[in-house]
């Protein structure tokens, strides 16, 4: 997988090929084609990689993280990593345009995210209310807020905007913050974030 996810940041998926695949990894042609049937399938492969590598990652961080700002500290250094490496970026764009073509991957696209995004949610959810503070959005729209920041973020500077990889994570987690306030003590009485679309 690992040379699949090169051909495709490298060239494009619409370049890519599973013959070029194959070169890479060193396989046979026949190989590859008797695990994958198109190039598509692997790029959906790479994506829930990914998703399941994330989810693995922020798991670890809520569950090790002592306080809020040492949840904050350890997303500041996931996220620096993330801008120093823009791979996932171009192949998670690469999905979404791909989507937008074909109804069949828009409705594959369409499973993968919203399975996902619910499960950061929950996961969101569950530190924020662990530290005592409240969300002012929904933790749905703040997901889907923080996953387009870091597409444009990580793209702009991969194509020159001049900040470094800590400035651009600053970025993020200051805005994750600004969309956090501190709970109020009676429960089921606290700010309401509406309701999520």
Not at 145 to 160: F, I, P, S
Not at 176 to 181: F, K, T
């Amino acid at each position: 997988m690992a040379a699949a996810r090169g051909v495709m940041v490298e060239v494009g998926l619409g370049a890519a090929s599973l013959d070029l695949i194959a070169e890479r990894a060193g396989y046979t042609k026949g190989a590859v084609y008797s695990n994958f049937s198109s190039k598509e399938e692997i790029l959906i492969e790479l994506m829930q990689l990914h998703m399941h590598d994330e989810l693995a990652a922020l798991s670890e961080i809520f569950r090790q993280a002592t306080s809020l700002d040492d949840v904050m500290r350890r997303l500041d250094e996931l996220y620096a990593a993330m801008h120093e490496d823009p791979s996932v970026v171009v192949l998670s764009l690469e999905f979404q345009l791909l989507a937008t073509r074909s109804q069949a991957v828009r409705d594959s696209y369409a499973s993968i995210w919203s399975a996902h995004r619910a499960t950061l949610a929950a996961l969101l959810t569950d530190v924020v209310r662990r530290f005592q503070v409240e969300l002012l959005l929904p933790a749905a729209d703040l997901i889907d807020a923080l996953a387009a920041m870091t597409h444009g973020l990580v793209l702009q500077r991969a194509v020159g905007r001049p900040d470094d990889a800590q400035t651009a994570a600053s970025l993020m987690i200051g805005f994750l913050r600004s969309q956090m306030a501190p709970a109020t003590a009676a429960p089921g009485r606290g700010r309401q974030a509406r309701p999520a679309r």
